[in-house]
């Protein structure tokens, strides 16, 4: 209701400017229904720019002052090439009115300007981005081998975690749900270990994007404000990234490249898990999860053999061997 009234306050002041001042040698009438017209407008847009909720405290008092500066400075100008009396006094009343009320409006919803130490904080970690540091997702958090691969010292630079990522991994620390709510609980614990234990500095970045609301979206525009890496374990996130041109490091990819090769016709040796799809197979895996599937091997489920590498094909998810186990190589 309060906002309502304050349009009208406003739509009623530069309607009376129009009519005492008339633009452009218009009769009283008519000026005062231009610029009812013009002050809807301008509601209407604000209306448009207005779609979230807006905290009024630094930013509506520097967007306000910011646009009492910018309305005069509009108006002076329109005095210098202007020579109706009239209509130079109502441009530069209704500069003076409309500039105000945007600058208020606009200006509260930034959260830049409802902090002065954001400024200088956005600015300090633009600049120490530069192409070292690794914003790390929730996907990569949970999963947990980021802390191993640190702990390595094959990953230089920083370790940046959003502050709205803490929030998604809070979110589902608390979740009702038990599996989602003991994966959270063991990113919060891969987090503390790589504050304690890294070698690398691990940062919480209090940049967000009130904007957007998509967290994905957040993570690329601070990959690109930053100059930083995304770390994800992700598809969609990288495959999206990569197309904005941010370089992503995949974990699943390192995985994969870091598994052993196997060649056709090399002796392995492997535990049959399971049994197979096919008649008289068993399934066994290697340390890194490699799924290995064994011809003439179901009888010897439970026991640890060698056998002869036939074949290895290449997956979406992975490598997948397949192999023959023949007696005559005990």
Same mark, same amino acid.
């Given at each position: ?57 630094? %930013? ?96 230089? %630079? ?25 994966? %959270? ?137 397949? %192999? ?7």
């Amino acid at each position: 209701m309060g906002i309502f009234i304050f349009r009208l306050i406003i739509i009623m002041l530069v309607s009376l400017t129009g009519y005492f001042f008339p633009p452009f040698n218009l009769q009283s009438l008519y000026g005062a229904i231009l610029a009812f017209v013009l002050s809807v407008a301008i509601i209407y847009l604000e209306i448009k720019i207005r779609q979230n909720k807006f905290n009024i405290i630094w %930013g509506a008092t520097i967007g306000g002052l910011s646009g009492v500066i910018l309305g005069w400075i509009l108006g002076g100008i329109y005095q210098t090439i202007a020579n109706d009396n009239s209509t130079t006094t109502f441009i530069r009343i209704f500069f003076l009115i409309i500039m105000p009320y945007i600058g208020f409006l606009v200006g509260s919803r930034k959260f830049e300007w409802r902090d002065p130490s954001q400024v200088f904080r956005f600015l300090r970690e633009k600049n120490t981005g530069s192409g070292s540091s690794k914003i790390l997702d929730t996907s990569a958090i949970i999963d947990g081998r980021i802390s191993d691969i640190c702990d390595t010292s094959f990953v230089e %630079g920083t370790l940046i975690v959003p502050q709205f990522i803490l929030k998604e991994l809070q979110l589902v620390a608390d979740s009702s749900d038990g599996i989602k709510r003991q994966r %959270g609980r063991r990113g919060l614990d891969v987090l503390d270990h790589l504050q304690k234990s890294s070698q690398l500095s691990v940062n919480i970045s209090e940049i967000d994007f009130p904007e957007i609301k998509d967290v994905d979206s957040k993570l690329i525009e601070l990959a690109k404000h930053m100059g930083a890496k995304i770390v994800t374990n992700d598809f969609n996130l990288n495959k999206v990234a990569q197309l904005h041109g941010i370089p992503v490091l995949n974990i699943n990819e390192l995985a994969n490249a870091l598994k052993p090769v196997v060649l056709p016709g090399e002796t392995i040796r492997v535990f049959i898990l399971k049994e197979g799809k096919e008649k008289d197979q068993g399934v066994a895996y290697l340390d890194d999860g490699t799924m290995v599937v064994v011809d003439n091997s179901r009888r010897m489920i439970g026991q640890t053999v060698d056998i002869t590498v036939t074949s290895v094909l290449q997956t979406t998810v992975g490598k997948m061997i397949f %192999g023959r186990y023949n007696e005559e190589i005990i």
